[in-house]
């Protein structure tokens, strides 16, 4: 067997995706293994085919660079995913012709480096015979077989930092400020950020609210002297009956595009209280910038042991962060299986909930002055 790797990075970017490329290639490298990056997402393995090598002495610098070396795409013939989140086949050609050029490379493994979609692409390559492993990535954190996905941790670092901006903006202007953060069907950002930056109120995908339960919260707000309000609302979450934002046309080879909610949460709130309410949509800036720490190490352990993965032909697999703290294998397939979503009932939402933070769902009771 040939020892060449080929690396590919799949999806949105997001922070970390350097420091595994890099963890890959340093562990590779000690063992005699030489990698490639395949270069635009796993379109680089159609003809002409888009691979660079990757040698030991390109990976200065990595540990902290934000975005991919070797590009990304989440649409055209290699997306699984479409519309709604609905299943789709890559089709046989395009697998088979990936299939001779990743041979014609001598590889011997495939890393994919990705989300859901990413890795429902790996799932479908590895039943056709690609020596494939997993890594999770995604900002969104909504894989259910990895206790967290690298990248989350940084991208709840971004949106607590503007939360914390729009805390003094918001009181000195006596305004309701609103953060859209990202969060496709999981509102783990919004959750986490919410709660280390004190929001007011928490709007995610798992919990529908009404707009009347937010626009008491103000009110009682009002009533205790707090004439400033924040809302940080995830893309994905919505009123009741109703289904997500989109802020474009769905296309038939990627996931509908989410984003406006935060501009209609906004606008109702002013409509209904007449206090001056603003929308920041945060959108790509959480995908950007060097990772946290605990991104780095987790994103170096990722790529170590997706490495060690390989040198045991442990193929059709995903590292995952385990319950014990500890990496190990989980199958793709059980990878892929289901979304982690946040418990409307769990520790996270109840902890929020006992400080008086809304969700948009429950209207909590108002003091008799509420409007003074
Ligand atoms: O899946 C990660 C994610 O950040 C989602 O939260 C978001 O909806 C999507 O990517 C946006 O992707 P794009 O940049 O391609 O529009």
New binding site residues.
């Given amino acids: 067997m040939t020892k060449k790797i080929g690396i590919v990075t799949g999806?949105?970017d997001?922070p970390g995706l350097n420091a595994v490329i890099r963890a890959i290639v340093k562990a590779g490298s000690l063992y005699g293994w030489e990698c490639i990056g395949i270069h635009g997402g796993f379109d680089g393995l159609l003809t002409p085919v888009q691979a660079m090598p990757l040698a030991l002495k390109d990976m200065d610098g990595l540990l902290i660079r934000g975005g991919t070396i070797l590009g990304t795409a989440?649409?055209g013939l290699f997306s699984a995913k479409t519309g709604h989140g609905e299943l789709r086949q890559v089709p046989q050609k395009t697998l088979d012709q990936a299939k001779t050029n990743f041979d014609a490379l001598g590889l011997s493994a495939l890393v994919a480096i990705g989300?859901?979609?990413t890795l429902t692409i790996a799932q479908q390559m590895f039943e056709m015979g690609f020596p494939v492993v997993g890594v999770p990535k995604?900002?969104?954190n909504?894989l259910d077989a990895t206790q967290t996905t690298f990248g989350f941790d940084t991208a709840v670092a971004c949106a607590v930092d503007a939360l914390d901006r729009l805390h003094s903006t918001a009181q000195s202007h006596n305004r309701v400020m609103v953060l859209e953060v990202?969060?496709?069907y999981a509102g783990w950002i919004a959750a986490y950020a919410g709660l280390a930056g004190g929001a007011d109120v928490i709007l995610i995908p798992e919990i529908k609210f009404n707009y009347g339960a937010i626009i008491q919260k103000i009110q009682a707000r009002e009533a205790e002297g707090k004439h400033f309000t924040i809302v940080i609302v995830a893309?994905?979450a919505a009123p009741e009956g109703q289904g997500f934002v989109t802020s474009s046309k769905t296309e038939n080879d990627?996931?509908a595009?989410?984003?406006g909610i935060g501009h209609l949460v906004a606008a109702k709130i002013e409509a209904q209280t007449q206090k001056e309410s603003r929308c920041v949509v945060l959108g790509?800036l959480?995908?950007g910038g060097q990772p946290t720490q605990w991104d780095r190490q987790l994103c170096t352990r990722f790529g170590v042991h997706a490495f060690q993965m390989i040198a045991k032909s442990q193929f059709g697999y995903m590292v995952a962060l385990k319950e014990n703290g500890m990496m190990g294998p989980v199958t793709l397939k059980d990878a892929v299986h289901k979304i982690r979503r946040v418990d409307p009932q769990g520790e996270l939402i109840m902890t929020a909930r006992a400080l008086g933070i809304s969700f948009g769902d429950t209207p909590i009771p108002l003091p008799e002055n509420a409007w003074g």
């Fill in positions: 999806g949105g997001c989440n649409s989300g859901d979609g995604t900002i969104d909504d990202m969060g496709r893309e994905g990627r996931e595009r989410l984003g790509h959480q995908r």
